[in-house]
């Protein structure tokens, strides 16, 4: 069975920080890409930061470049996201998720579909 697990959501004030967790389980994820997406409140399911499976290439939302950084550790089981400087507009269900491939041209990584796993999500809620 796998798993996605996420982890370390909560409440902070803008301008504060938060690092999410993702715990991987029941089977090696060292050869899949990740990614994290979130939703709002009344709107769809958004891409926020994606992770190619080396590590060596990462991509970002315009809306999160230069405050929020993914990450995974070197046993390639957790997958994290940094969150520098949050906003009220980054409340959120936050979900990670786990791709064997992004798309045939593997350019699809913000692209739901291309992801087969999925974690229940962790809420992060930044207040004004």
């Known amino acids: 069975q796998v798993q996605l697990v996420e982890s370390g959501g909560g409440l902070v004030q803008a301008g504060g920080s938060l690092r999410l967790d993702c715990a991987a389980s029941g089977r090696t994820f060292s050869r899949f890409h990740m990614g994290w997406f979130r939703q709002a409140p009344g709107k769809e399911r958004e891409f926020v930061a994606g992770?190619?499976?080396?590590?060596?290439?990462?991509h970002y939302a315009d809306s999160v470049r230069g405050r929020f950084t993914i990450s995974r550790d070197g046993a390639w089981n957790t997958v994290y996201l940094q969150m520098n400087n949050l906003k009220p507009e980054d409340t959120a269900v936050y979900y990670c998720?786990?791709?064997?491939?992004?798309?045939?041209?593997?350019?699809?990584?913000?692209?739901?579909?291309?992801?087969?796993?999925w974690g229940q999500g962790t809420q992060v809620t930044v207040s004004s």
């Open positions: 992770l190619s499976w080396g590590g060596g290439t990462t």
């Open positions: 998720a786990a791709s064997p491939t992004w798309g045939p041209n593997g350019n699809s990584w913000s692209h739901q579909h291309v992801y087969d796993y």
